[in-house]
């Protein structure tokens, strides 16, 4: 063979060998940022606890802040408070003329509004319930919310908080309800003039049934629904909208699982 093919050949494998180097280092770049970008997304158990509890407390803080404030629970009629459902025959036979002579319909504002007055007043209170709540949260309750559907924080809530809310509440608005108020006449003693005024007309009309409900245990327990319905509207708006994650842990673990 003569020198020019020996040349050739040199040159092919001068040519091959650099091939190969270069092919390495941009293998090499390849893996390097492929594994950055698995660890820029990938998250660490620390690190769903973290949002996990972020968005937790957001959401808590929001919903007890909308359902406090004056008319919180009064002015929104997706959790305004009305008469129990036993008492629905009162709206329903308003005109009735035995009850309308006894000024009913009055007895029925005065009833709503303080209702709706005293859940607004005890939720105030549900605050450092949630707060014990996520405290006590671990590793595989925060995964399991992270995966679960977009009110399973508020389920978890649920669980976990709905007993102690309704011991704090109940004292709460009970003391609300037995508080006088305008014209020197507690939510109470209104509750019981409109349902004996309604009661007394029931036994002199057919088609009215007696009530019995304790209006205390009612309120306490639409209360906390109300609650929980506004705080499943917070943790929705956090899991699908971006601009509510108000932080980068949040963005981080919302973002990484949407």
């Known amino acids: 063979m003569n020198t020019n093919f020996f040349g050739?050949?040199?040159?092919?494998?001068?040519?091959?060998?650099?091939s190969c180097d270069v092919l390495q280092q941009v293998g090499n770049e390849v893996v390097?940022?492929?594994?950055?970008?698995?660890?820029?997304?990938?998250?660490?158990?620390?690190?769903?606890?973290?949002?996990?509890?972020e968005a937790l407390r957001i959401s808590t803080d929001t919903a007890v802040a909308i359902v406090s404030k004056p008319n919180g629970f009064f002015a929104d009629a997706l959790i305004k408070i009305s008469l129990p459902p036993q008492a629905q025959g009162i709206i329903k036979n308003k005109d009735n003329a035995i009850l309308k002579s006894m000024g009913?319909?009055?007895?029925?504002?005065?009833?709503?509004?303080?209702?709706?007055?005293?859940?607004?007043?005890?939720?105030k209170e549900a605050t450092p319930i949630f707060i014990d709540a996520?405290?006590?949260?671990n590793i595989a309750d925060a995964f399991a919310l992270l995966k679960g559907s977009d009110t399973a924080?508020?389920?978890?809530?649920?669980?976990?908080?709905?007993?102690a809310l309704y011991v704090k509440f109940k004292p709460i608005i009970n003391q609300y309800l037995n508080a006088d108020l305008v014209g020197g006449i507690s939510t109470n003693q209104a509750w019981n003039n409109l349902t004996k005024v309604y009661n007394q007309a029931a036994r002199f009309s057919t088609g009215l049934t007696p009530i019995n409900t304790q209006?205390?245990?009612y309120a306490t327990k639409k209360a906390i629904d109300g609650l929980f319905v506004k705080l499943a509207a917070q943790e929705k708006q956090i899991r699908k909208n971006p601009i509510a994650r108000?932080?980068?842990?949040?963005?981080?673990?919302?973002?990484?699982?949407?």
């Open 215 to 217: 209006l205390d245990d």
């Open 246 to 258: 108000v932080n980068d842990i949040l963005k981080r673990v919302f973002g990484v699982k949407s």
């Open 153 to 163: 924080a508020t389920h978890y809530f649920r669980e976990k908080s709905y007993g």
């Open 104 to 123: 009913i319909s009055t007895k029925i504002d005065e009833v709503v509004l303080r209702l709706n007055r005293a859940a607004e007043s005890a939720s």
């Open 134 to 137: 996520i405290k006590n949260m």
């Open 8 to 18: 050739f050949i040199a040159i092919v494998v001068l040519l091959f060998l650099s």
């Open 32 to 53: 390097a940022a492929t594994d950055n970008s698995t660890q820029n997304n990938s998250l660490t158990q620390q690190e769903v606890v973290r949002g996990l509890k």
